[in-house]
């Protein structure tokens, strides 16, 4: 029997009024789990049992006070039992074997979260410690590239241990919380341990541990081991672990591709954010890195100003726009053009859009408007390679288009929108939109954009200057519908105008090439009948 | 009941050194350890023997080399064997008085006792004066390893003894039986060897050191070993012993057949298990597996997160520099500092006759790790100014490059001063070197040293004091991709 004391709960603390019991008599317990909660003056603390065993006695009623170093409970010991006397448990296994297999803990792993997507962001959980989860019940929401994905346990169990904080950001296959088994999870290695207690007197205690402790492994160590194959000094390695920059993963930029100092600095921007200290298995993001400043904010009047954590949508939000503004130098032109006969037309067709269950926008035919002219103009359906000093040319054409949503900016994705018609990408933009809204895109489809629509007119302004949606070269904006009077050959008429700005990277696009690139395109929008000439 | 940030058990070379970083780094330490400080390295092992081999390497040169260098000794030389171990001693104690100090001068609590686990939050400790509990935040254990005993022969440290007992014999055995030709055996038989002492080893292998060092440096040894008359039994398994009138019996089964040698002392040096199964480890739950090695993570943290484990508990090698390189990593880590053991090597020395010491991988290793186009070559300590003046010419420095790259994946050296030499091929293994960069850097003249030099030169095809084959246009650097 082994007695359980209320352990030091902080400096000067004394006492403490015991919150609640979490665990009861005949529970098993395992070293270090948290027992029960006590309150001390300004916080809540967990106390957990020093020894594994099996729970006797609770010693204290919620309510009540409790000095430190009183017994709180009185435990058989169970594992140091087992251990001490390993040939006992090999004769007699059923006590200690069957209390460790009830506290046998499961891993929850992050799954794959779509082709290509390696990690993600913890936006939060959506359950607590303590929890009792059903199978594929969600416990946490992770934001890749830009869309929440609500990851389930495959098991049913109680939260035992999160793994990660809010922010961190995870690889997929990373054990990302630890589950208490329930008795079915725990029923298969039951048999499994048996076997072993009996078979082999002196390995039966530890098989005993190993059903219920999770072993650490290099896995849990960010960034983690340098292979040796990998060169790099030793004070290069160390600096790389510091900045928390996987070395292993960096390229080379010395002789036989040794990772050198520089490199390692250079690769640092992009991962720092979320590496700091002894993080257990949080890896830098994937995104291209870029060391920015990250000046703090000194709260002169904090008592009327609201801190919450820039995290999720809006922290990768934050993260690109910093990275395009600081790596494309941006221009935009602007103008207007006549759409009379593109709105008469697109009035024309709204019933049979209707008969065929969708809706026509605008956006649709400026969409192959923009097709059709960046087929003239290739370089801005382009991309730079930096790292390369190279141009890519796409010849493919997938159309992305800013949609605003509660949880902010994400720019769903028509793939190969040159071989769908105006009324199957009117369709695929009313789903698209809909499901960016209630934040259900696959994050596949907001990936593999080769330029970008905003359509900012559909809610106000005569102009903006959007930003370039990295790695593409440019983003086309499109904005309100007014009527305009203009003389006509002699006569005051009454036209439809709308203003379109076409914003550029200078490094590939020069003025001038914009401004015919906007001739062509208006081309286009002011007479749908050329539009026509140029479909397939 | 005493409280501490962060508790060592265990004061070897691992302990020690993570107790000193640990109050370096301001925490609250204490160190627990049940003999003496130090360890196994500093009292009964590296330390101990490392005395008892220079003193009778000096006494090997004076009757064997004095005479060709016209120093003649009149008389012969009188060995006296209690005086030799008690500076022997002294050495030792000299350097585990030292590690007091430090420990002292750091403000390390050091606690005398004998440590075990109650919970994974306190230790009992029980010593001569009672039973005391030390809490802390933290434990890192480095308790070590032991010499593993084999049926039939339980060590007795006075006739049947393990290295603990042979580096204590006050007077010169007439016959020593060294059951196993690893590391350890070796070195105490070379030297029992040279205080006259007949030596018999008896090896299960075929080969000495096999599958531990360069087969072609065991080699070295093992032709200087048997000149110098040490008798070898390869394939050779101890069966069991019988006491004699004069001294005991050993079986040893050689191809079925068994053959019994006579001996006086009885060694045997079948390697170290780690101590796993001491400090009621288990019995908290700290995870071992099932050799006793504590299971842990490149951070040397076990299953439970505030208990570390480094040194010869927590895995292979079992070496003493290894273990401090880990006591000072872990120190960091736990205050807080992002550390990981990624040593790309942990170089080995052995001090047999000639020394044996090497740095990264053997021909072998590379191999399995995918190495296919290796350069390798060897330069020989005779074709050494130093080495020839000191009368010291077995042996050679050999290397092995990526052919692709020319970096240098392993060195090994065997010869004198093998052991201090092995530095120089670890720090350019850690840098990632390729074989100019060894060739390029000016090297003393003359010293050992320069055969690292040569041996890079020979490697790349080009030595000065060996003929190797004409350049041809060979001597522009190699292209090296990148």
């Known amino acids: 029997m082994t007695d359980i004391k209320l352990p030091e709960l902080g400096e000067g603390v004394t006492e403490g009024e015991l919150v609640k019991w979490l665990v009861k008599p005949g529970d098993t317990v395992k070293a270090d789990q948290t027992v029960a909660e006590i309150m001390t003056d300004k916080a809540t603390v967990e106390v957990p049992t020093p020894v594994a065993g099996t729970v006797k006695e609770l010693l204290f009623k919620p309510g009540q006070i409790i000095k430190v170093e009183s017994v709180i409970v009185k435990l058989e010991s169970g594992a140091a039992a087992t251990a001490s006397a390993t040939t006992t448990t090999a004769h007699k296994p059923s006590t200690p074997v069957a209390a460790t297999q009830s506290t046998a803990t499961v891993d929850v792993k992050l799954p794959e979260l779509g082709e290509g997507v390696t990690e993600g962001e913890l936006v939060k959980w959506t359950v607590n410690i303590g929890d009792t989860v059903k199978a594929d019940q969600t416990v946490a929401e992770i934001m890749t590239d830009k869309a929440t994905v609500e990851v389930p346990t495959p098991v049913a169990g109680v939260v035992k241990e999160f793994k990660f904080k809010k922010g961190d950001v995870i690889k997929v296959e990373s054990v990302i919380l630890t589950l208490s088994g329930s008795a079915s999870t725990a029923a298969q290695p039951q048999a499994h341990t048996n076997g072993h207690a009996a078979k082999s007197t002196t390995s039966a205690a530890p098989t005993l541990m190993m059903a219920s402790t999770t072993a650490t492994t290099a896995a849990g160590i960010f960034p983690p081991v340098a292979d040796s194959k990998v060169l790099a000094t030793p004070a290069t390695r160390r600096l790389a672990r510091e900045m928390g920059v996987d070395i292993n993963g960096l390229p080379g930029s010395g002789l036989a591709g040794r990772v050198t100092r520089e490199d390692v600095l250079s690769a640092k921007g992009g991962s720092a954010s979320v590496t700091k200290g002894t993080g257990t298995g949080a890896v830098s ?83 192959k408007a923009l097709i059709a002219t960046i087929k003239e103009f290739p370089m801005f359906n382009a991309s730079i390679d930096d790292a390369n000093s190279q141009i890519v040319y796409k010849k493919y054409f997938n159309i992305g288009f800013a949609a605003d949503t509660p949880n902010g900016l994400v720019v769903p994705v028509i793939k190969n929108a040159d071989q769908k018609t105006i009324l199957e990408i009117s369709k695929e933009i009313l789903d698209l939109s809909k499901r960016a809204r209630d934040g259900k895109l696959k994050p596949d489809e907001m990936k593999g954009s080769t330029i970008t629509i905003t359509n900012i007119g559909s809610v106000g302004g005569m102009y903006a200057t959007p930003i370039i949606n990295h790695p593409e070269v440019a983003i086309l904006g499109m904005y309100k519908i007014q009527d305009k009077p203009v003389i006509k050959d002699g006569q005051l008429a009454a036209i439809k105008v709308m203003n379109y700005t076409i914003t550029a990277d200078h490094r590939l696009i020069d003025g001038a090439v914009a401004a015919n690139f906007l001739k062509s395109f208006f081309a286009k929008i002011q007479n749908p009948g050329v539009l026509m000439m140029g479909l397939t | ?322 273990a401090s390189h880990e006591g000072v990593m872990v120190a960091e880590i736990i205050s807080g500092i992002n550390r990981v053991y990624d040593a790309k090597t942990v170089p080995a020395v052995v001090f047999t006759d000639p020394e044996i010491a090497s740095a990264g991988m053997t021909e072998a290793e590379c191999k399995a790790k995918g190495y296919n186009d290796l350069m390798i070559s060897k330069f020989p300590f005779a074709a050494n100014g130093r080495a020839v003046s000191m009368s010291e010419t077995d042996g050679f420095v050999k290397m092995i490059a990526d052919k692709k790259t020319h970096i240098l994946l392993g060195v090994h050296i065997v010869g004198p001063e093998a052991s201090n030499l092995i530095s120089e091929a670890a720090l350019a293994i850690e840098m990632g070197a390729r074989l100019e960069d060894v060739a390029l850097t000016i090297h003393p003249h003359p010293t050992l040293g320069e055969t690292m030099m040569e041996a890079a030169e020979a490697t790349l095809g080009h030595a000065i004091h060996i003929i190797q084959k004409p350049l041809g246009g060979a001597h522009k650097t190699a292209t090296v991709t990148k």
């Open chain 1, 285 to 367: 993001a994937g995104t291209p890195t870029m060391n920015f400043p990250k000046p703090a904010y000194n709260s002169t009047n904090a008592a009327l100003e609201e801190r919450v954590d820039l995290v999720g949508i809006r922290k990768k939000i934050a993260q690109n726009m910093q990275m395009s503004k600081a790596v494309i130098p941006h221009f935009t032109l602007m103008d207007e053009v006549d759409v009379t006969q593109l709105v008469a037309i697109r009035d024309s067709v709204k019933d049979f859009a209707e008969k065929n269950g969708t809706k026509i926008t605008y956006l649709p035919i400026v969409m």
């Open chain 2, 1 to 322: 009941m005493q409280n501490f940030d962060i508790v060592v058990i265990g004061s070897g070379p691992g302990g020690y050194v993570a107790a000193i970083r640990s109050a370096q780094l301001g925490f609250k330490t204490a160190i627990i350890e049940k003999e003496a400080l130090g360890g196994v390295c500093l009292n009964v092992g590296c330390i101990p023997s490392k005395a008892m081999i220079t003193a009778t390497h000096l006494l090997h040169k004076a009757q064997h080399d004095f005479k060709t260098m016209g120093l003649n000794i009149k008389g012969g030389i009188d060995v006296d064997m209690k005086t030799l171990v008690s500076w022997k001693q002294s050495v030792c104690d000299k350097m585990s008085g030292g590690v007091n100090q430090l420990l002292k001068g750091n403000s390390v609590t050091v606690i005398k006792g004998t440590a075990d686990f109650k919970t994974t939050q306190e230790l009992t400790v029980k010593s001569s004066t009672g039973t005391d509990t030390v809490k802390a935040k933290y434990f890192i254990i480095a308790t070590g390893s032991r010499p593993i005993e084999i049926p039939g022969f339980a060590f007795d440290e006075k006739d049947i003894c393990s290295s603990t007992g042979a580096l204590a014999f006050d007077t010169i055995p007439k016959r020593v039986v060294t059951i196993g030709g690893g590391y350890i055996g070796l070195e105490i038989s070379s030297y029992l060897r040279k205080l006259g002492t007949e030596v018999t080893v008896v090896e299960a292998n075929t080969s000495l050191l096999s599958g531990v060092v360069d087969p072609e440096c065991a080699q070295v040894v093992a032709r200087k070993a048997e000149k110098a008359g040490i008798q070898f039994k390869f394939g050779a398994k101890a069966k069991g012993q019988k006491k004699t009138k004069d001294g005991y019996e050993v079986t040893v089964e050689i191809n079925g057949k068994d053959e019994v040698i006579k001996t006086d002392k009885i060694l045997v040096t079948v390697g170290r298990r780690p101590n796993g199964d001491q400090a009621n480890i288990k019995g908290v739950g700290i995870q071992t597996d099932d050799r006793g090695f504590i299971k842990v993570d490149a951070q040397r943290r076990t299953n439970i997160s505030h208990i570390f484990a480094i040194g010869d508990i927590c895995g292979q090698p079992m070496l003493a520099h290894k």
